[in-house]
Nanobody, 120 residues
Framework: QVQLVESGGGLVQAGGSLRLSCAAS????????MGWYRQGPGKQRELVATIGSSTNYADSVKGRFTISRDNAKNTMYLRMNSLKPEDTAVYYC????????????????WGQGTQVTVSS
């Protein structure tokens, strides 16, 4: 019913920049909070940034990454500047969505993940 499609991942040199996008589609009444998570090699999945009534960032990316959203397009972005090799991970889009109407429950959805690789 809801699809989250990510784009913008790839290979970049340390110090470079990337912009990730996550486009939501389907029978969406309202998207509440959205966020980006990542999972590096041999690591657990961790929160990168969220956006709702306010924004929150992991300490490791604060000052370098910027999360934003375009509600008219149901799209979320993550601008990643000053990338470091430790940012290498699969990045996942997450959205909390209410389907169809106010009577529908809030449901958590995940994207498929997109690989970001930062070379040294």
């Amino acid at each position: 019913q809801v699809q989250l499609v990510e784009s913008g991942g790839g290979l970049v040199q340390a110090g470079g920049s990337l912009r990730l996008s996550c486009a939501a589609s389907g029978s969406i009444f309202r998207i509440n909070d959205m966020g980006w998570y990542r999972q590096g090699p041999g690591k657990q999945r961790e929160l990168v940034a969220t956006i709702g009534s306010s924004t929150n960032y992991a300490d490791s990316v604060k000052g370098r990454f910027t999360i934003s959203r375009d509600n008219a397009k149901n799209t979320m972005y993550l601008r990643m500047n000053s990338l470091k090799p430790e940012d290498t991970a699969v990045y996942y889009c997450n959205a909390v969505v209410r389907l169809r109407s106010w009577s529908s429950p809030l449901t958590n959805y995940w994207g498929q993940g997109t690989q970001v690789t930062v070379s040294s």
